[in-house]
């Protein structure tokens, strides 16, 4: 079935960047955008930014503009979120997501935790 | 930037009633393929978030037919017939606009049992 498994949590002091990865496996990789969306502790849902890894076509959210990179690893069909000058505010569980006309698979997130 | 204004954002409801969730868009959802990239999540506590309404009123795989969606435009609808133990949580309305490429994300709204 078709799966997006995320790597696990992560602590890192203010100012340090996360890299956190997402396999995907059970369809076509390459076929559908990828999705990084994040979620702070009790609050909703945030966009982060896109990657088609066909063609690693990407998109990012105005708030995060120079902070965050989205990659693709398609030998391992792996993609890759990494968010850098990590300050408190960037707590936050944060997801990948299948876009198949909607966000129909997710990953089970990964927790960063930004403490110094 | 598209703005997603959902209400309630709090809906106790007693087990076996009807509820319903409105989602309402600061401009037309309309893209120009002409169709509407409006659907609903469902996010139970400590769970990621998971697909039930797509493109307005399309059931996802295995969402049971209690749940519907409708609208059009700027407007648009969750409606839970009868609310079953299961369906607590937080629901979400999501849209994708074209130019530039951003998703966004309503407020949630909580759902819980009487």
């Known amino acids: 079935q078709v799966q997006l498994a995320q790597s696990g949590a992560e602590v890192k002091k203010p100012g340090a960047s996360v890299k956190v990865s997402c396999k995907a496996s059970?369809?076509?990789?390459?076929?559908?955008?990828i999705h990084w969306v994040r979620q702070a502790p009790g609050q909703g849902l945030e966009w982060m930014a896109m990657?088609?890894?066909?063609?690693?076509?990407?998109s990012y959210a105005q708030n995060f503009q120079g902070r965050l990179t989205v990659t693709v690893d398609t030998s391992t069909t792996t993609l890759y979120m990494e968010l850098s000058s990590l300050r408190s505010e960037d707590t936050a569980l944060y997801f990948c997501?299948?876009?198949?006309?909607?966000?129909?698979?997710w990953g089970q997130g990964t927790m960063v935790t930004v403490s110094s | 930037d598209v703005v997603l204004t959902q209400t309630p954002l709090s809906s106790p409801v007693t087990l076996g009633q009807p509820a319903s969730i409105s989602c309402r868009s600061s401009?037309?959802?309309?893209?120009?393929?002409?169709?509407?990239?409006l659907s609903w999540l469902h996010q139970r506590p400590g769970q990621p978030p998971r697909l039930l309404i797509y493109?307005?009123?399309n059931r996802f795989s295995g969402v049971p037919d209690r749940f519907s969606g409708s609208g059009a435009g700027t407007d648009f609808t969750l409606k839970i017939s009868r609310v079953e133990a299961e369906d607590v949580g937080v629901y979400y309305c999501?849209?994708?606009?074209?130019?530039?490429?951003?998703?966004?994300f309503g407020q949630g709204t909580k759902v819980e049992i009487k």
């Open positions: 997501a299948r876009d198949n006309q909607a966000f129909d698979v």
């Open positions: 059970g369809y076509t990789f390459g076929h559908n955008y």
């Open positions: 990657i088609l890894p066909g063609g690693a076509t990407t």
């Open positions: 401009e037309s959802l309309v893209h120009s393929d002409g169709n509407t990239y």
């Open positions: 493109k307005i009123s």
């Open positions: 999501m849209q994708a606009t074209q130019f530039p490429p951003v998703w966004t």
